[in-house]
């Protein structure tokens, strides 16, 4: 027996457990690889993988730590007795191992690893194992099999609402931020939509990063229920809610290998939406050779899959393939995209056009869930919304409702990339903009990111600033400049103007 | 600047770095998940993982702490003043991408992901990546890429030998240990062979575990050259030795998620008998149905693989497609096997005669590697130097050098495996085998492990013993009883006798 305590370390998704060379209860001598523990005392035995700690200043040799992460599975005080054993290998281990050589895996195969990782038996190089060995191949049913699992027991019920709706895009874009101004426009409606949104996994900023610099996005459930019954629309980070844990846990991996592979994001996705309770869901998915999906044809696919599986599941989707050629907007990063969201509603002069035109076309798709809109007039209806100030009026309750942000600063540190020569932008690679985005510290800083003065069309003469690179701190402003200089992302034919 | 404190947690081959929420020098509200950093103020600087403490008593607010690990690669006493910065993604992580897209990668890149692998800037999930999308495919040529690039810069050289031999066995059967009887028999003879082992991956023992059991197995390079210089022979753990440092950096990750691929373990093999300075090596390929190589046809791609690396890297290599079919003389696990070396080399009557004669055979194959040598008296030799005597006095005196180990005790929890029906012993699985023997602890515990009483074509009577189990601990032996008898292993053909 070991007394427990709070080892108080955060480690970002992986539970460890900490336990002294000289431990009182067990021999250590024969542990001399990352090893797995079960750990006893709690209502469920907690998976962890051991830490050898040889400084009693930092654990007894009677205590067992556990880090932040597992200390919170376990729900014991600290001092509480507690016992460990190896943990035996996670059996579906054994399908991934399958997987691997190449084989189809069955409903049930999934079912048990989603159960594993869910249970975090999985440590984060065998979740990498399964994620690049599915992502090689999955079979159409594998990746319905895949959703149902991660969809997993606990989902939002929405009991009063026949529609609850909501949209998603696939990304790859950067400054993808119709969400906010959707979910304004249609909370003014007056469908329910609790948007759950998600922080960057390789962009510069998630839906939820955006958002949280306007408002709080850490809401539980039952305030989540709350708002919707009172203003229609929220926009919350799912990270806060009880769902669809086994993707979380995943999520936390893709972000740290930088791997999204298509089919994995289909499943996620609407795991996500089918946990949150969602009934009708609009996705969007940019094409463009630079965009995450690069034409036509494989978006095409993807569609498909998501019908398929949305029919499967009972969900109704609803998928628009759109131009993904270049950024939509101007800013990107979160700071400088919640300030062009806030343009479109409140209907300034110099909002984004292309920004203000994709929200409303997405949102009338969705206002078209509602059987009482007769067919093609949703985007009417959006724009009447948009333009007579309802939308502001939503967004400005949701924003009050979940509770303001202390908007933060945009970086102080600042680098205007000129054009080197005169003529038309030609092209916008989004995913060189948004590498130097991310470099600049958008994914970790909101006041970090880019602000396009020029979009694809557009006339500009050498010297002309293209855009502006805003970083927080200087680390990351030189690993942004010592890129952008060897290309910028723009394309400028000289051909002149026409 | 930040204060460096060793925070003494050993957290097996992966570089982590503590720092407090509130931080000094930092912001850490913005590190939401794993985040890569530099550490710098060493000669070069270091790359670790972040892990957020928020006990003042575990680390302060201006200290910065490094794992065990990273501590010992930074080199600087604690107090120093260290600073760190978010580091660059890898650049050869974009090489691992284009492999899990299906991808060739050249030699060049094969060189850059080694590179940053032994300079740390993988995590372990970057490198299973890596280990799960190479794995799925490699050219010939991506695997000699691979193998040159592991070799690295550091190889040991023997400038006053000629030769330098060695064995290796593919493994996958259990009781694997021919290696010591061969490199006693090789040493007796005059020629030198500095045998580098390792530590069980996923079997029983490795040639490292059991030979510790007998003597000290960490022998640093010049340690290596005298014992060479006075005995000939030596078996020393490759861990202690500063040679293929990419290499014990994947095999740690290749033990935590279990998988061995057989390109890998090719290129593994032979990297690491380049960087010892091996000049003529000798390869076992076990093949059998229950073994790692199932098919004769499977062994012999992988033959000419490793000859056809061998070639390219002017290494000698023979190799010998063996009989797999069954485990190699009777003990399994640490303590059990050098048992039945010992009796192999003072020439036992009840030696197993199945592992004397590989040994022989093996060995004899090594000694003709000596231009002196008639072709075909490889075998004579080693039988006439391990029938007299020699060998064992060779063994001796290496165990003596090496420093002699304090022999660990058979576990004292047993359980005998009897037959349910008489017969005769049809087939032994060697998967099943390790199973139940690492179940038992043996890859934890040199004391744990099975000693088989029956092998292949021996009569059996009902209520008979096959084997014995034995283990240190509780916990493992009730994993192995619980599976044990689901399936022993051992099938019985009750034809009869004949």
Redesign the interface.
Known sequence: MLKLK????????ENLA?IHKDCTAYHID?????TKVEIHGGVKPVYAFL?????SS?LKPDELGL??EAFKQINLPEGANISI??A??APS?ISV?RK?A?NILTSSEYDAIIGDISARRY???????FL??S??FMTTSEVLALTEAMVGEDVIRWDNEEIVVDHHCFGGVPGNKTDIIITAIVAAYGLPMPKTAS?SLTSCAGVADTFSVLANVDIDETKLKKLIKENRGAIVDYNSLPIATANKIIS??E?????TQLQHLAASILAIKLAAGITHLVIDIPAGPSARVKTTTEAMRIRKLLEYIGDMLSLGVDVHITDGREPIGNGIGAVLEARDVMKVLRNKEDAPEDLREKSLYLAGHILEFDPQLRGGQGYFAAREILNSGRALEAMNKIIYAQGKAPQPQLGNLTRDIVATQSGVVESINNERINKIGV?AGAS??PGAGLDLFKKVGDKVEQGETLYRIYSVNS??FA?ANSVVDGNTGYEISSKGSF
């Not at 440590?123 to 194992?129: A, K, R, V």
């Not at 972000?255 to 791997?259: E, K």
């Open positions: 709070h080892f108080a370390v955060s480690s970002f998704n900490y024969n542990v001399m690889t990352l830490q050898i700690v040889s400084d930092l880090n932040t054993s190896i035996p290998q281990l191992k691997i190449g440590s984060n190089m065998d979740i990498t194992s690049v060995a992502g090689s922080r936390e991996v972000r740290s290998i930088g791997l470099l970790q800083y680390t990351d690993f």
